[in-house]
T-cell receptor, first 113, second 108 residues
Framework: DTGVSQDPRHKITKRGQNVTFRCDPI?????LYWYRQTLGQGPEFLTYFQNEAQLEKSRLLSDRFSAERPKGSFSTLEIQRTEQGDSAMYLCASSLSGHNEQFFGPGTRLTVL | RKEVEQDPGPFNVPEGATVAFNCTYS??????FFWYRQDCRKEPKLLMSVYSSGNEDGRFTAQLNRASQYISLLIRDSKLSDSATYLC?????????FGTGTRLQVFP
C-alpha cells in the first residue's frame, strides 16, 4: 500500500453513461497525476495537477474527460458519455515537486458494456 | 514510433538464471530514467532509478547509455518472486512515459 487510494476499485457501466473516479494522494504530496492503462500496454499519461492547478493535459484527454483538484488534495476524473474504448485501468499517482518518484494508487478498472 | 520501446517478451527463465531487458527511448531531452515493476492486476511500483554511471541494487543492475538512448536491466539469480512485468520509464518533463513492459516468468 503506497498511501494513494482510489475509489471505486471497479466500475461497470453502460455505453453513454457518465462515471466519476476519485483519487486521494499521499497527504503531503502537491502533485497528482492521472494515467490510463489498457491490456498489454504501459500506463499512458492523461493529466496532472500541482496543488489545484491543472498544468498539463494529454491529447488523449478528449472533451468527454474532465479532471479537477479543487482544494489541492483529492482529485476527480469524470468521463461523460462513456464509450467501449474507454474501458481501461485508470491509475492515479502522486509525488512531491522536485522528487522523481511517483507513487501509484491501486487503480480503478472501468468496463464499458 | 513509440517514445519508449521494449521487447514485450515473455521471458521464461529457470530459477537462478540471469536475464537482461533492454529498452530504447526517442526523446533525447529526457532527464530521468526508471525501471518499474508491475505485478498482474496491480499498480506499477518503482524498482530503481537509472543513472548514467550505472547502478546496482542487490541482484538488480541498471545501465543507461545516453548516446544510444538505451536503458538496460539485469537480474541475477532470478527468484520465483521476480515474475512480473518490468516497465521501462523515461521522464522528459514532469510526466512519466512508459514502455509496454517486458513480462518475466521465472519457473522452478
Amino acid at each position: 500500500d503506497t498511501g494513494v487510494s482510489q475509489d471505486p476499485r471497479h466500475k461497470i457501466t453502460k455505453r453513454g453513461q457518465n462515471v466519476t473516479f476519485r483519487c486521494d494522494p499521499i497527504s503531503e504530496h502537491n502533485r497528482l497525476y492521472w494515467y490510463r492503462q489498457t491490456l498489454g500496454q504501459g500506463p499512458e499519461f492523461l493529466t496532472y495537477f500541482q496543488n489545484e492547478a491543472q498544468l498539463e493535459k494529454s491529447r488523449l484527454l478528449s472533451d468527454r474527460f474532465s479532471a479537477e483538484r479543487p482544494k489541492g488534495s483529492f482529485s476527480t476524473l469524470e468521463i461523460q458519455r462513456t464509450e467501449q474504448g474507454d474501458s481501461a485501468m485508470y491509475l492515479c499517482a502522486s509525488s512531491l515537486s522536485g522528487h522523481n518518484e511517483q507513487f501509484f494508487g491501486p487503480g480503478t478498472r472501468l468496463t464499458v458494456l | 514510433r513509440k517514445e519508449v520501446e521494449q521487447d514485450p517478451g515473455p521471458f521464461n527463465v529457470p530459477e537462478g538464471a540471469t536475464v537482461a531487458f533492454n529498452c530504447t527511448y526517442s526523446n533525447s531531452a529526457s532527464q530521468s530514467f526508471f525501471w518499474y515493476r508491475q505485478d498482474c492486476r496491480k499498480e506499477p511500483k518503482l524498482l530503481m532509478s537509472v543513472y548514467s554511471s550505472g547502478n546496482e541494487d542487490g541482484r538488480f543492475t541498471a545501465q543507461l547509455n545516453r548516446a544510444s538512448q538505451y536503458i538496460s536491466l539485469l537480474i541475477r539469480d532470478s527468484k520465483l518472486s521476480d515474475s512480473a512485468t518490468y516497465l521501462c520509464v523515461v521522464r522528459p518533463t514532469d510526466k512519466l512515459i512508459f514502455g509496454t513492459g517486458t513480462r518475466l516468468q521465472v519457473f522452478p
